[in-house]
């Protein structure tokens, strides 16, 4: 018996020779185990396997990770410390995914793969390994490669979550104040209607002219009123807290969609709507572009130049990428109308805020593009506008391209034809 099987000293501790060997491999198997990770991952999700780790910077996270698990392996008395290199980067891995839309359950996934992986190629390099070694040894070096990975498998998975309870921190504070200010909207909509009819109820005899300007604020308000809980209604859609539950359609059928909304008020007014060919064949929330399209187009509609002879709204889509390595959907709402002025574009996505006061004839509330911004930024995306040299205005969104979520029910039977192939491999999706 040896020494240190008479102390009682735990074998994960032991100084034992077999674990530098296996920490000396790992590491230089780390590109080729980095691979297979990635295969694995990309054959579980419904991501492109270079969007798995869109950039260089963050697919070399791996390697990292894996040098902290053989560090550890190696010698377990020196513990995983908040200060390593493997920390930073295990929680940046976290807040990734938590960009692309994970949920807890894939990550913990992910993780298991990495653990099988790295524990056949253990069991596949052990017997290569020639420095004698007794199975209680073995079994030690099992025990802290087992440890090294949920060491970093816990610093990811808290770092999401704590991404994830600020975003829905931050979505709730919005919401309050949110519906706030929609009270607020309708509350006066309402009293401007109840005074306008109680004016008319209780005043027979006034000139038409007069009559008519009241029951233009009547409609006018209702119509307003209106619109302000059509968009409420389609917001409240699209934030809901589980995305599997949001109707996504093709980007060119939502913009389709919202361009038919405003068909008649687009002919009325004598502007031609075009849609751009080429819209990327991709899938995204119906709620959030038809709303956001629909709130450009309207604003493109009432702001039209009079003096233009042909009056147009384009509206175009591309998939891009952010200097991150992140990919999303951009769609842009151009006119040649009548502008912005440069002095009002910094308040233009305010609430009641209103570029043209003067215009007292169009009619607006000042919270529509307030809306469409609450609407992107509700899916981690954002709007803008735009101001070519020529004239006119561009309004813009970009929602962030998330891979597709999958059901309970898909991933049982992904699991079960993975188990049914026989292929050896750690395969639980």
Sequence with gaps: MRPEQQSGVSRVEIDCPLAGVLAERLRRARHDLTVQWLDRIASRVSLDRNRVFPTNDLLDHVPLLIDGVADYVKNPAAEIGVDMPVVAKAMELGELRHKQGFDAYEILKEYEFLGGILFEFFTTTVEQVKEPCEKSELMACGARLYRAVTIIQQTTMTHFLLLADRHVAEREERLRVFNRVISHEIKNRVGAILGASTVLNELSEMPSSKRADLEEIVLRNAREMRNTVENVLILSRADGDDPRQHRNVKLAEAVGEAVRQVREAAQSAKIDVRIVSGMPDIEVSAAVIELCVKNYLSNAIKYADPAKPQRFVEISGAEEQTDDGERRVVVRVRDNGIGVPPDKRDK??????????????????????????????????????????????????????????????ERRRVETSNTEAGSGELRSY
């Excluded at 007292?360 to 506008?385: C, K, P, Q, Y």
């Excluded at 006119?392 to 962030?400: K, Q, R, T, Y």
Aim: net charge negative; aromatic share 10%; charged share 25%.
């Design 348 to 409: 233009l996505f305010e609430r009641f805020f209103r570029a043209h006061e003067g215009m007292s004839s169009i009619e607006g509330t000042g919270l529509g593009l307030n809306i469409v911004r609450e609407a992107a930024e509700s899916l981690g995306g954002r709007a803008w506008a735009e101001y070519p040299d020529d004239g006119g205005s561009i309004f813009a969104i970009a929602l962030p391209l998330r891979r597709k979520a999958t059901s309970p029910a």
